[in-house]
């Protein structure tokens, strides 16, 4: 779980999303925790 993701909102319809940069990042992050055997993990989103 990642909290504190920024998302952006259509102004159209109001759905959230998370935009490609991000995406990577946080799939980035899953896939090392995944590797090391994490099976929760609770984190704080921090742009870099």
Not at 15 to 37: F, H
Not at 41 to 46: T, V
């Amino acid at each position: 779980m990642v909290k504190g993701v920024p998302v952006k909102v259509c102004p159209n319809c109001g759905e959230e999303y998370v935009d490609e940069e991000i995406t990577g990042r946080l799939l980035q992050a899953a896939e090392e925790a995944a590797k090391t055997g994490v099976l929760v993990d609770i984190r704080e989103y921090m742009a870099v």
